[in-house]
């Protein structure tokens, strides 16, 4: 017995039995919780499609072999001092349909805490006995953003042409490891498509529930994955929520303090991202020059003009006679008698 059978098991019928040839190319969505969830956004996406798409399970993973239950306990209902239910820790494949018919996979549970390497190995069969070429992988992450202005989903991916027209990092940073990371990794390295999704979550509400990192997931997924998603309920608790802070902002001039110097912060950054994106000389990574930068090019530029200019001036006195001579002579149709003013008549 392999090391991926006894971690997961296929659910009747199986991936292969269900795959044909028109689910080839299925998109794989990874929503897995416990790292960079802020604001519940990862864990709120999944529900939602769990909730408001069909689906079947096609794996469920043997969370015994993954999950650490001293760092991720699971709560217990006790009623009126009778031990009567447990949470159940699942981390399950899914096939799902969207709106419209269109199959794509769900994988979603608690991030494993062990053994990551064979759990993405395990991800990758699966993915292979799925027909799945390309992954989509759901992040939130809390930061320095005010929740007044549109979210942003930042992509990296291992297709440029996949993460074109997106937000992309615009750095090289190193970052905690996390199960997914390690997927993306594996798969990016076998051929597969891979693209991570991050919604950027205000961090004075990263701890609570922010329905529009999800929304924001969920409306990037469909147009990376070509799928049409039901989002008219998050719409509906975005708007409670707005509603919520909005009351808190008004009523707390400490509050409004700090989300205006926020708001000032990301125009500003905004306005960065504008001037590069409609600067199409620069070079990636290249700032926008200040205005002193550009007047000392302009001087630098006029003085290497002057300086060609008298060099050229002086070459042309000294050959100024032979120069003409040849110039006139090598003219079709030219007659000297015909320019009473020329010397050499």
Not at 29 to 37: E, H, K, M, N, T
Not at 41 to 69: K, P, W
Not at 111 to 136: H, I, K, M, N, Y
Not at 282 to 295: H, N
């Amino acid at each position: 017995m392999s090391d991926s059978d006894r971690m997961y098991e296929l659910e009747y019928p199986g991936p292969s039995a269900q795959s044909t040839d028109a689910d080839d190319g299925l998109s794989m969505v990874i929503a897995l919780q416990g790292y960079a969830d802020a604001g519940q956004g990862v864990r709120q996406a999944s529900q939602h499609l769990l909730q408001a798409l069909d689906h079947a399970a096609v794996a469920t993973f043997n969370v015994d072999e993954l999950i650490d239950y001293r760092s991720r306990r699971p709560g217990v209902t006790l009623d009126h001092g009778r031990v009567v239910d447990r949470e159940d820790l699942a981390l399950t494949l899914y096939r799902m349909e969207d709106s419209d018919g269109q199959p794509f996979m769900l994988l979603t549970g608690p991030e494993p805490d062990l053994r990551w390497e064979a759990f993405s190995r395990a991800v990758a069969e699966l993915a292979s006995r799925s027909g799945v070429d390309r992954t989509v992988t759901f992040y939130a992450a809390p930061m320095t953003v005010p929740h007044t202005r549109p979210l942003i989903v930042t992509a990296h991916g291992s297709d440029p042409a996949q993460i074109q027209g997106l937000r992309t990092w615009e750095s090289r940073m190193i970052i905690p490891g996390a199960a997914m990371l390690d997927i993306e990794l594996l798969l990016s390295r076998g051929g597969l498509s891979t693209l991570g999704l991050t919604a950027h979550v205000p961090h004075y509400i990263a701890a609570s529930d922010y329905p529009e990192a999800a929304y924001g997931l969920l409306h990037t997924l469909e147009s990376v994955a070509d799928l049409n998603l039901p989002l008219r309920a998050l719409e509906a608790d975005m708007d409670k929520v707005r509603q919520q802070l909005a009351e808190q902002v008004d009523d707390s001039a400490e509050i409004a303090s700090v989300v205006g110097a926020l708001e000032r912060q990301y125009d500003e950054d905004q306005s960065r991202q504008r001037k590069r994106r409609d600067n199409a000389l620069l070079a990636p990574g290249q700032e926008v020059p200040s205005g002193e930068e550009i007047s000392a090019e302009v001087e630098r530029f006029l003085a290497s003009t002057l300086d060609m200019s008298d060099d050229d001036g002086d070459n042309g006195n000294e050959d100024d006679g032979e120069d003409r001579d040849a110039d006139t002579d090598d003219v079709p149709g030219y007659n000297p008698d015909d320019n009473p003013d020329d010397p050499d008549r």
